[in-house]
């Protein structure tokens, strides 16, 4: 019985997110959904990025998903671009963002004047992995404070994401930690990831990040 | 129906929850159940705490929850300590470990001859949280490259924890973050929380932290 809920859940979401899919193909946009641990820097990267994507006309929107609070949302709106906050806890605080939380809040958008809207999901590298949330690429974020090891153990979510971001460089002269390491474990998963390491704090490597992004899109 | 379902699940693993604490008074061990994001440190955090813990004669075990490989229980089977791997991609790739996980790993052990016993759960700021594996402390570790703001985005974690071990401290002078702040965010969700600071990398702090987990057994 219960195996029977679980597979409806995961049905209706599954087609909810092909309709997503249908309206950004209709309108004209592509959806990123970016996903990492709590604390990766998911918040700081697009702060960077987006007036970056700004500079070669690109027009963006994010949806941040949190589980309670708007300080993401708050730094975003800075950025004079669109924001839709989803708090999760209106839902039970859930871990992850499904479909169904996506369709309401990309209506909440003008689609027609956009060219890319990021989901910011739940800091969680376990369950946002299992909800297609209707997004045409999905990007894992992992900073090198995390250790080598987590694409061997949380798989899932480095096998459903075609791009990964290795944040924090800056700070790999104060770490035990080898980065080559960690993109052999992210290869070993999936073997077609295209990976780019950067800094969100000091902006190394935002360059190919901005040109992997607009290629993407 | 959804509803009801949920609430069955979570009523049966409180029973579960409770039948563990019973057998850890009967038995006269403390069982402590360790959580945080994935990457904060948790396994070189018990490779430095547990040869404390031993040298003062408490005798201890770990249950190693992982949604996939054996690597973590393998750090720790060095220390010539009992161990039990959960890996929870048997039971789906669960994000958390429930008391119907844990009550047969306790089972592996000679109870008799344990002081505490450790549980690793799986690296989630999120859902682990929500189930009580039957531990008398709940311990959640929080890494410096996390950002302050954790406590007031993951609430829960913070609520249900007794104790908050704020780690990977060498790491702040190459950081823009304020320990304080953390610590006043925790204590806006859990003004009980009991904070300690530390490297598990450098083994600062490790002092206080051995005693507090000795006060806590």
Redo the contacts between chains.
Sequence with gaps: ??IQ?VRD?LEANDQLAGDIRNVAKKEGFTLMNIMS???SGKTTLLERLIPALTKKEIRTAVIEG????T?DAERIVRMNIPVAQINTEAFG?D?HLGAEVILPALHQFDLSSLDLIFIEN??????PA?FDTGANVNVVVI?T???E??P?????MFRVCQVAVIN?I??LP???FDIQILEENIRKINPMMEIVSCSA?TGAGFDELTKLVIAKR
Tied chains: 1, 2.
């Design positions: 019985m219960k809920i859940v641990s709590p604390g949190d589980i309670t609070t300080a605080g871990c739940v800091g969680n590298l376990v369950c299992e900073s404070t995390e250790g090891d987590k061997l153990k949380y798989p899932l924090k800056d700070l104060h770490l035990d704090q």
